[in-house]
Nanobody
Framework: QVQLVESGGGLVQAGDSLRLSCVVSGGTFSKYAMGWFRQAPGKEREFVAAISWTGSNTIYADSVKGRTTISRDNAKNTMYLQLDSLKPEDTAVYSC?????????????????WGQGTQVTVSS
């Protein structure tokens, strides 16, 4: 059974930074494409960033591009999301997801496994 557990969320001020972590257990982490998604109150879940098996390929949503970095450490079965220059509109529950696919994608339907999420709240 594959499990994903996020951590690192919190309450910060606009302009601050956070690093989210996602630890994967019960599967072969190095074989999963990984992604981060977020869901704000009253809104649909949206794509944030994704990374390939090896970490050599990444994609970002336009809303976070330039101030967000996704990375992974396959030796630690962990993926990270560095969020910089945070804005109030970044407030959401951030969830990580794993997909048994070769090509990374923004499509949440392609992801097989999901974590419960970690809350990020950015005050103005």
């Amino acid at each position: 059974q594959v499990q994903l557990v996020e951590s690192g969320g919190g309450l910060v001020q606009a302009g601050d930074s956070l690093r989210l972590s996602c630890v994967v257990s019960g599967g072969t982490f190095s074989k999963y494409a990984m992604g981060w998604f977020r869901q704000a109150p009253g809104k649909e879940r949206e794509f944030v960033a994704a990374i390939s098996w090896t970490g050599s390929n990444t994609i970002y949503a336009d809303s976070v591009k330039g101030r967000t970095t996704i990375s992974r450490d396959n030796a630690k079965n962990t993926m990270y999301l560095q969020l910089d220059s945070l804005k109030p509109e970044d407030t959401a529950v951030y969830s990580c997801a794993a997909a048994t696919i070769v090509i990374i994608t923004t499509d949440l339907a392609a992801y097989n496994y999901w974590g419960q999420g970690t809350q990020v709240t950015v005050s103005s």
